[in-house]
Structures are given as C-alpha cells and as structure tokens.
C-alpha cells in the first residue's frame, strides 16, 4: 500500500549496497566476450572494460522527458560517476510509429542540462536490429520461437488471467522450418500488419503472464526515422532491453517497479543466448526502484500528451508542465533537482512524494544562487507630499544578504513610488502593520514615512496614498536607528522602473492525485496561470533570458527563454518563498 511522506534531509540508495558487495566480490572482475558481440562500437568494452560499472539511460524517443526520467538519470549517471564507471545513453527506438528526431534531440539536450555528458557512448537499439533479428533465428531454429497467425486481439484472450492459465495457439507447434519461411516473410514485407507475430515458446502456464509466450516480434509497415524502410518487423522491449544491456556490457540495468515481473523473462532470453554461444558470464543483471510518484502532478506519458494535444497548455514547455523542458522554463535548476533526488533516495517501497519536497529543494537552491531584486507585482502610486520635487536620490540595497561579497546595488528614491496594492488598508485588521491613515512604517532601504490619506475614483477604488518621509531616517544613516518600526515595506522609484510581464504560475492541478476519482481533466487548476503587468526596479530591464532573481517578499523568477527579448524581459514566478499551499490546507 502506498503512503505518502516528506522525506528526510538524505536518504538511503540500496542499488548503492548491491554494487558495494559486487565490487567487494569482483562480480564483473572477468568480463569477457564469446562469439560475435554485435556492433563494432560495443567492441570498445572487450576483451577488458577499464570501467568497474557499467549502467545505462533508455529513454524511449515518442515525447518529452519529465521529473521521474530525472530521478532515473541523475539514479544511472550518478551511480557511473560516483563508482568509475560509464553510463550509456541509448534510445528505445524500436516503435517507428511513434518515434520523431525532434524527441531524440530535446532527449539529449535535458540530459546536458541536468550536467550529465555520456561522452562517445550514444546508442540506439536500432543499432542492434541486424543482431536482434539473427538472435531470433537463432530461437526459431532450436525450437523456442514460433510465428503465430492469431490476431492480437486473439493472442491477447489466449493469454489468461492472473487465476488462469493461458492456451496454446494452435500455430504453436510449427515446425522450425516453417517458421524461418514466414518469419523471413514477415521481414521481407510479404504480409501486412498484424497478420503475424514471432512469439518466443515459454510456458502458457507460467503463474508469471509475461513468461507466457511473450512476442518478441511484430510486423509494421513504417518509416523508421534512422534505419528508414529497411525493416518490416521490429523487436518488442522486452525482447530488445536485454540484449542490447548484453552487447553494450551492462552490469547494473536499473529500472523502475513496473518491470520487476519483467525480470524473469530478461534472464530466460540472456540465458539461452548464452547456451547458444552469444554472450558469456557474469550477464547483467536488473534492479528495479520505486518509480517517482508526485502529488498535484501527472507524469503519464499518454496525460501529458491530451494536456498538449488538446490545449490544456501552452505546449511540451509550458512551465506548468512536469516536463524538464518545462520546468527549465519555469527556473527550476539542475541542482534543485540534485537536492531532490539525493532527499526522497532510491527505494523498492512505492510512496507518494509531496509536491513540496521538490518546491522546497528549489527554494533551497534558488535562496542562495538567486541575486535579489525589486519588483512591485500589484502597482498602487505612493506619494511623498514633503518630498522635494524633482529631486531624486541614490539608496543602496544588497545584492545578497548572505553574500557581502556580491556588492550593493544603487535604486533610485524619488517624492513618487510604486508600492503593494495590498500593502495599504483604510482600516486594517488587527496585527497589520503596513501603511494605513496615521501608521508609520519604514521604506525598505529608504526612509521611514507616515501614511497621511489617499486618493479613490470614482468607485470608491483607491488610486494614490499619500505620506510624508522623516528626513533623518534613511536607512544606512547615523538617524535611521532611532526609528524601531514593526512595519517594513518594498517600493521601486516611479519615474525609473521598468514596466514587465509577470506570469504568476501555480501547480497546474488542484487535487493531490489528478484523475484518483474521475477525469483527470476535471482537477486542473483553473488559478495555475495569471499574467500581470508589474513594475520592477530598471536594473532588471537587462535580464537574459533563463536569468533568475528573488523578487523580496515575493519569491523567486526568472526571465522566460522563450518570451523575453532584448531590453524587454517577461518573467516566470519558479515558486514562493513559502509554501502557500500549505497554508491553504490548514
């Protein structure tokens, strides 16, 4: 049964303790190659492999890449790098019907900017099709696979139940001849899809569906984006994933839970291929961890594509999308993602993460890379009536507060400023201590001032505050500490400020399980974007894009990479500085 926690400062990673003990016992000590291992480019690992681990990253190219693929990269690169070993990158690339190039590219640009280089270790099981194809004759000829002529459908009832055993297809016995003959076929383009299916001859009775005869080979007619129209047959997964772990001399293949069932039937088909001579001793081996289960989020593959397909977003990169691209967008940073891994660890036991977690991870990242800066998100005019006219003056505000070395940056004062709408109330609730008639506060940097009155249309809305500023108060000056003020307030100077775009974004669904009752269409956020017109301080004019700040009091942005131009940025919120949706739930 699931639970759902918040996980501590650091966890534990037991792939780690599996590896430790394989070292210790020199597991992978001999590896060698017999026979043909394949591709010339797998020939580098043998008769010796420098690397004491070898694991690999096997995104399928059929969409974008989401926060689970990160856990799984920063699981297999980080297992490489912190062991001597070498990670492969390599495409699942094995379905022509849905895979693009646009998909392989956006693949391997998240992977780069999650800090990870596979060097000259780029792969393709389509690389491997030649050999996966003879492998299959191989099976057929010593009688372990068979062409069936059901249809899927047909193969799919002959299958059982999991309290019923499966029944044989009744081309289950064809002879290996005969098999070879329409197998050919089927590679040569003599019959249409579906028609056929090379099936690997197991166990209709396995307690273990997946050991059911599983198809290993079926016919599609398309256009694959790197092998072209050579083929008419191409390998299911299963059948690929453990081959191409064996030729490319995988020790450690690190997947997720769903495929634990799976294992069984990765050993049988490396097993026999060793009988057969392919492949020698130790063969890899695979682990299976829990996959990433994130409140507010949905990291379905087929979710995320309706989300796109049907407008729910702006597009793969909408930063209120689970997908790197997207939550590059928004700010969230490598490291932030780092943090989060290294605190939710890798387990076996299927948990549920809150949202929070990884939030707090960025705001824990984002606090001390972020330079800070100025921004009025909700403009109200402040005016200063014993201010001098025309005059304009020069405070200084830290760039860092925990970084002196960071420097002070200058913001212009004048007798008019932009302040928070909300940061005035004609008749304030008990325990506010911001502007109203007769409160004084302090000017964030700046001086103290005394709230006199204000200014309202026609509808009764307030459109201007009036004060005065005490002119021994500036902040910095020898007079500023006679003045012990509970309330503190951010501005930036009217005549200077910069007028932007702010999209304010928020998880895009308002339930902790999306789809856990119904629709999962039903539970988007209609709040998750709001764009407003903010005024922020002239420095921020010059923000290059994916540039992130702290705005004070409000949380941290970064300058959108799509949106911005030059001189005229437009900014994402990345998160909070508190957990608002905390609050909302109390």
Not at 260 to 271: G, K, M, N
Not at 297 to 316: N, Y
Not at 542 to 548: M, N, R
Not at 570 to 577: D, E, G, Q
Request: include cysteine; charge should be negative.
């Amino acid at each position: 049964m699931s639970t759902k926690h918040k996980q501590p400062a650091s966890a534990s990673n037991f792939i780690k303790n599996v590896i430790d003990a394989d070292l210790a016992s020199g597991t992978y000590a001999s590896r060698r190659w017999s026979g043909n291992p394949g591709p010339a480019i797998v020939q580098e690992t043998a008769p010796e492999d420098p690397a004491k681990i070898r694991t690999r990253f096997p995104p399928e190219p059929n969409g974008y890449l989401h926060i689970g693929h990160a856990k799984s990269i920063f699981l297999n690169f980080g297992l490489a790098r912190d062991y001597a070993g070498i990670c492969n990158l390599r495409f699942d690339d094995t379905n022509p019907v849905k895979e693009e190039t646009e998909y392989v590219d956006t693949i391997l640009d998240s992977v780069k900017w999650l800090g990870f280089d596979w060097q000259d270790h780029l792969y393709y099981a389509s690389d491997y099709f030649d050999e996966l194809y003879r492998y299959a004759e191989l099976f057929i000829e010593h009688g372990l696979a068979y062409v069936d002529s059901l249809t899927p459908e047909q193969i799919r009832e002959h299958r059982g139940t999991l309290t019923q055993p499966g029944r044989n297809s009744p081309y289950r016995d064809r002879t290996p001849k005969e098999n070879l003959t329409l197998f050919r076929e089927m590679r040569d383009g003599q019959h249409p899809d579906g028609s056929h299916a090379l099936r690997l001859k197991i166990d209709m009775a396995s307690p273990n569906i997946n050991m059911r005869d599983p198809v290993i080979y079926r016919i599609r007619h398309a256009h694959h984006h790197r092998s072209g129209d050579k083929w008419s047959v191409y390998p299911m997964y299963d059948y690929t994933h453990c081959i191409s772990d064996a030729l490319e001399n995988i020790t450690h293949s690190v997947c997720t839970l769903e495929f634990e069932d799976h294992r069984p039937l990765y050993d049988w088909i490396l097993e026999k291929l060793t009988k057969f001579g392919i492949f020698e001793r130790p063969l890899p081996h695979q682990y299976e961890f829990s996959r990433l289960n994130l409140s507010y989020v949905v990291l379905s593959k087929r979710k995320l594509i309706q989300l796109v397909e049907e407008h729910h977003v702006d597009g793969w990169d909408d930063p209120r999308m689970p997908t790197l691209v997207g939550a590059r967008r928004r700010g969230y940073t490598p490291e932030g993602f780092k943090l989060f891994t290294d605190r939710i660890g890798v387990s076996k036991a299927d948990s549920w993460i809150d949202c929070s977690v990884l939030e707090d991870c960025m705001r824990d990242v984002l606090n001390d890379s972020s330079p800070r800066r100025t921004a009025v998100l909700d403009p109200l005019k402040l005016i200063i009536g014993n201010y001098p006219s025309n005059q304009e003056e020069m405070t200084e505000a830290p760039n860092h507060p925990q970084k002196p070395e960071w420097g002070k940056r200058k913001l212009p004062f004048s007798g008019e400023l932009w302040i928070e709408r909300n940061d005035f109330v004609e008749d304030p609730p008990k325990g506010y201590f911001r502007l109203f008639p007769g409160n004084t506060v302090r000017l964030r940097y700046g001086y103290v001032i005394k709230c006199t009155g204000s200014d309202k249309d026609a509808d009764g809305n307030v459109v201007a505050v009036h004060c005065e500023y005490l002119p021994d108060s500036k902040s910095g000056t020898p007079g500023a500490d006679n003045y012990k003020l509970k309330g503190n307030i951010h501005w930036v100077c009217a005549a200077n400020a910069f007028e932007a775009p702010v999209h304010l974004y928020d998880r895009l669904f308002r339930v902790e399980q999306p789809g856990s009752t119904g629709d999962f269409l039903d539970d988007l956020n209609a709040d998750s974007k709001k764009t407003i017109n903010a005024r922020v301080e002239a420095s921020l004019a010059q923000a290059l894009p994916g540039e992130c700040f702290q705005f004070e009091r409000h949380g941290y942005f970064v300058a959108d990479q799509v949106e911005s131009a030059p001189g005229k940025p437009v900014f994402n919120r990345t998160v909070t500085l508190r957990d608002t949706w905390a609050k909302r739930k109390r």
